[in-house]
């Protein structure tokens, strides 16, 4: 069993499975939509040089999202 | 004998943003298309021709690039009512063409999974197939047809590979239905969304025979605006939701979850990845362009190049369709006698038309540098990047481009905050756009400051600081008011930034040339009728009534401007101007510059009887300007362009809305004159109101 933390607490360069996503969130519910689901892995790539937003790839694509967004998220930092 | 599809059959092009959906229309109907708008909204509307393998004229509409049918913006709505058949202005699609970008098949079938439920015959067409395969992966075409019961198309549509075989999938007469991914909506659900559609039915919201997905979509808590949908259908539809909520907690989440298992266990079959992902191109150029120290100065860099260019090297043609004008209204003072109907034609309409057309080659050139960003895929890279500095303000960092193209002309500017979903950015990146210092505002900026300090009096560093200075004030009032506006005039939380960074591939010039072509057509067009008009307006303004003159004697310009409308409104509107230092010269100056900024160093030069002489440069009449306002004096005797009152116009002109185009193409953006007139009054409100202080302050101090 890996670490658990939040998506935005993440290492660059390492992978996570996500746990939980709070339910019925609609600032969440397009994330979900664009394959963001309990059991999905991911990795994050990079912080903006400024710090904000986070990249991820998940499913193949880049995706970017706040620190807000990736706060709410929880994820089991793989090995 | 199958006599394969019928004529006139209408196609949809779906697909999520980014597939290459655009590129594979294009390719599919070449130059037979139509681009317009959806009335009430300003979402481009494609509509082609194209012929099937056996030379069967179809129809083909390409419907904005979307994540899901549960619409969350606009675009995604006009996507979800032609899918439903709920637009009277455009036919439902008889059958769907759903595009996928082959590297991200897990993401991209999400939409398919609920296109497939709607019941129409579905062509997949997996795009940039050739990406996909360098990367290592291996999709079973085979197998992935044989699932879901749709013809599978491998394409690169850039190349036009795989264009035979989707346009022989096209003729045929007998797609079948696709295979739903999952097998139906769960029971409750599907009992749920029944009953709501009974309601919706009954208040003539949808067709009694609807299916129960149009609910679904319809009651979606991702579409909190709930475009398209009337306010007496909203209660039956949030009512609906409550209670679906209420029987099912988290039921939309759920669906999100089945939908991806049934992907999951189909990929399994289909989808055969490497054992090891390589760095692809994209990682290594992203590692360049969004470095902390490289990213930033690529960013400058380019941006530095594209400013050059809109700045210097665009002169050329913009030189070129001066002089082109100047010769035809050479041509007309010679061909026709002198009288009204010649000065009509020469100061009124080519001198209107020329107005607007001086700034094509920087608006072309701004439309064709936005689209090689979004094409390549830098563009999001850009919003990645400055998506702090932007939220700062209340906005994200799509909003930074559509500022930063302002200082060049607000009008491709304001054009290009099309890209930003959220309907709330968008808008305010339309409002505060324009205050950003734009080229039109450059000559007025060296008149006065030309005017202000003698020169040789001063270094020529502090003249290129105070210019530096009034760029500054406009990115500031810029920021200000967005940062005012979304914090005051349209409070909400700010939607949170969901931004795909597409892989870099090579840009299709001929789509960019097209979209540059046809973004400035609306302009010309649209633009240009409406300048057209009221440069005649300001003409007759300017020139009726006439001053009485006796035969053979050349009427003194000066003092028929004075005689004149607009001279009679610079009087009429001197005491307002007072408070700010400027007198009613100064006033039809102001007055004439509302249909453009540039037009006030014109007005200026025909106020003081500045003529143009032949062999004229810009630089020199504009030096004999400048030493004639110099020169002008107050009624008793003190000079009336005294550095104070050069500040108080330069705050003018920095905050002022004076440009007829800007504000014919944010009614048109916004879709309404309520946002266009409210830019008006408050940027000229703000300029006169800070203009007012300025001289004030200087007067109280004794300046």
Request: hydrophobic share 50%; glycine share 8%; charged share 20%.
């Amino acid at each position: 069993m890996g670490k658990t933390c939040q998506l935005s607490e993440m290492e660059a360069g390492t992978s996570a499975v996500i746990r939980s996503l709070p339910e019925g969130l609609p600032s969440l519910a397009r994330l979900r939509e664009m394959g963001l689901l309990p059991g999905t892995r991911l990795t994050f790539v990079r912080r903006a040089p400024l710090g904000d937003p986070l990249e991820f790839m998940v499913r193949g694509a880049l995706l970017s999202l706040r620190g807000t967004e990736a706060s709410l998220i929880t994820v089991e930092v793989q090995p | 004998m199958s006599t394969g599809v019928s004529p006139g059959m209408v196609y949809a092009l779906v697909g999520n943003p980014n597939c290459g959906k655009t590129t594979l229309f294009n390719a599919l109907t070449g130059l037979r298309q139509k681009v317009g708008n959806y009335p009430g909204v300003t979402i481009e509307r494609k509509e082609g021709d194209c012929f099937s393998q056996h030379g069967v004229r179809l129809k083909l509409i390409d419907l904005p690039g979307s994540y899901s049918l549960n619409a969350r913006s606009p675009d995604e709505a006009i996507l979800r009512d032609v899918l439903l058949g709920r637009r009277s202005d455009t036919p439902r699609p008889q059958r769907i063409i759903c595009v996928m970008d082959a590297s991200n098949l897990e993401r991209n079938l999400y939409l398919f999974t609920q296109v497939v439920e709607l019941g129409l015959p579905v062509i997949l067409v997996l795009n940039m197939i050739d990406v996909a395969e360098s990367g290592g992966l291996r999709i079973d075409v085979p197998k992935l047809s044989e699932r879901f019961g749709v013809p599978v198309v491998p394409m690169v549509a850039s190349r036009k590979q795989g264009l035979v075989e989707l346009k022989l999938a096209m003729s045929r007469a007998d797609l079948p239905p696709p295979r739903a991914l999952l097998d139906a909506l769960p029971v409750p659900v599907r009992g749920a969304l029944v009953r709501s559609r009974e309601a919706l039915a009954a208040a003539g919201v949808v067709s009694a025979t609807a299916s129960p997905l149009e609910p679904l979509y319809l009651i979606s808590g991702n579409d909190p605006t709930h475009y398209g949908i009337d306010a007496a259908a909203l209660a039956i539809i949030q009512n609906a939701r409550a209670q679906l909520e209420r029987e099912i907690p988290g039921w939309e989440d759920r669906m999100v979850s089945a939908r991806y298992d049934a992907i999951m266990a189909a990929m399994d079959e289909v989808l055969h990845r490497p054992a090891t992902a390589s760095a692809t191109l994209t990682d290594r150029i992203d590692g360049l362009l969004l470095h902390r120290v490289w990213g930033w100065l690529a960013l400058g860099g380019m941006l530095a190049f594209l400013f050059y260019l809109i700045f210097s090297a665009v002169e050329i043609p913009m030189n070129a369709i001066e002089d082109t004008f100047r010769w035809l209204s050479g041509k007309i003072i010679s061909w026709m006698a002198p009288g009204d109907f010649r000065d009509l034609l020469t100061d009124g309409v080519i001198s209107g038309v020329s107005g607007v057309l001086i700034f094509l080659p920087q608006i072309l050139l701004l439309f064709f540098f936005i689209g090689l960003m979004e094409d390549t895929g830098y563009m999001a890279r850009v919003a990645f990047l400055m998506d702090r500095v932007m939220s700062r303000v209340g906005l994200n960092g799509k909003s930074f481009l559509p500022i930063l193209s302002s200082h060049a002309c607000a009008v491709p500017g304001v054009m290009s905050a099309r890209s930003i979903e959220s309907p709330r950015d968008r808008l305010i990146t339309i409002l505060v756009a324009p205050l950003a210092a734009c080229s039109a505002r450059l000559p007025v900026y060296l008149l006065l400051i030309a005017a202000m300090v003698p020169t040789g009096a001063v270094p020529p560093l502090f003249k290129a600081g105070m210019m530096l200075g009034l760029y500054a004030a406009g990115i500031l009032a810029a920021f200000g008011f967005a940062w005012l506006f979304s914090s005051r005039l349209l409070p909400g939380k700010p939607s949170p930034l969901i931004l795909e960074l597409p892989g870099y591939k090579m840009p299709a010039f001929s789509s960019i040339l097209r979209q540059m072509w046809s973004r400035a057509w609306m302009f010309i067009r649209r633009a240009g009728t409406v300048i057209m008009g009221l440069s005649i307006l300001l003409w007759a303004a300017s020139t009726y009534p006439k001053l009485p003159t006796s035969a053979g004697q050349e009427p003194d310009k000066s003092a028929a401007l004075a005689h004149s409308m607009a001279g009679r409104l610079g009087h009429f509107i001197e005491p307002v101007l007072r408070p700010m230092g400027a007198d009613w010269k100064i006033g039809v100056g102001l007055v004439s510059s509302f249909a453009a900024r540039e037009v006030f160093v014109s007005s200026m030069s025909v106020i003081y009887s500045v003529e143009e002489q032949d062999g004229d440069d810009d630089d020199t009449l504009r030096g004999r300007l400048r030493d004639r306002l110099r020169e002008e004096k107050r009624p008793d005797g003190s000079p009336v362009y005294t550095p104070a009152l050069c500040v108080s116009l330069m705050i003018f002109f920095v905050f002022a809305m004076q440009c007829l185009s800007t504000i014919a193409v944010v009614r048109r953006e916004t879709n309404s004159w309520k946002w266009a007139l409210f830019q008006l009054a408050f940027m000229t409100g703000t300029g006169y109101l800070l203009a007012v202080a300025a001289w004030q302050a200087a007067h109280f101090l004794g300046l």
